[in-house]
């Protein structure tokens, strides 16, 4: 069964540095999400994107963040200048085209995360 | 803003038998899904059921089945013949229905489900 992957699955990094997080959605879908899960919070939305662009935003994803699909596999987050409170579980996801009746199917699939831990 | 409550920070039940987990949100959309999700100790999110509001008929996934209340806005999870592989993290999502896949999913807190041997 196709499943998300998402790389590396442990980032640690300096506070004021840079990080990219890595995600290859399942072949097919057209829609992606980034979400994010502060330890012993609830998982928050960050972003969604389509058709190479941003689809929606949370007011969590300010100018610190970006988001890329560089190729035709890959899908990644950015943090500009890392802080402490970005330490925190990132989830990727994705999910399919909308397909059959009037509102098909619409089941986010998340992979498996990448823990970041700001020092 | 749509918000998802779930009033029951930790649940406990014995092998074999049957749970409740319960979820609330509010919403002034008619169209919408609504997700419970499982979160294991290695923390991925993994999908356990889904409902879509139009539909009257709850769903059901073998041992697991929703108790849908769309007057109410309540959607709790039903466990039947509880597995020591169903601890977990559970969390109840929201997600409107706009036309497009673009929303992301509004979580609840979560209920922390023990299963006694």
């Known amino acids: 069964e196709p499943e998300v992957t998402q790389t590396p699955s442990h980032q640690v990094t300096q506070m004021g540095q840079e990080v990219i997080l890595r995600c290859v959605p399942i072949?097919?879908?057209?829609?992606f999400y980034w979400y994010r899960q502060i330890l012993g919070q609830k998982v928050e939305f960050l972003v969604s994107?389509?058709?190479?662009?941003?689809?929606?935003k949370s007011e969590i994803f300010d100018d610190q963040f970006s988001v890329e699909r560089p190729d035709g596999s890959n899908f990644t987050l950015k943090i500009r200048s890392t802080k402490l409170e970005d330490s925190a579980m990132y989830f990727c996801?994705?999910?399919?085209?909308?397909?059959?009746?009037?509102?098909?199917?619409?089941?986010?699939?998340f992979g498996p995360g990448t823990r970041l831990t700001v020092l | 803003a749509q918000t998802v409550t779930q009033s029951q920070p930790e649940m406990s039940v014995q092998e074999a038998e049957t749970v409740t987990l319960s979820c609330t949100y509010d919403?002034?959309?008619?169209?919408?899904?609504l997700f419970w999700y499982k979160q294991p100790p290695s923390r991925q999110m993994i999908l356990v059921i889904r409902q879509e509001a139009y539909k009257q008929q709850n769903a059901t996934e073998n041992r697991f089945s929703v108790n849908f209340q769309k007057a109410a806005k309540s959607f709790s999870l039903k466990i039947s013949d509880s597995q020591l592989g169903d601890a977990a993290m559970y969390f109840c999502a929201y997600r409107r229905y706009s036309g497009g896949g673009a929303d992301g999913l509004t979580f609840g807190k979560g209920t922390h489900l023990i299963i006694q041997p």
């Open positions: 994107f389509y058709n190479n662009e941003i689809s929606e």
């Open positions: 996801a994705s999910s399919p085209r909308l397909a059959g009746g009037p509102y098909g199917t619409d089941t986010q699939y």
């Open positions: 072949s097919n879908h057209l829609y």
């Open positions: 919403t002034s959309e008619s169209d919408y899904y």
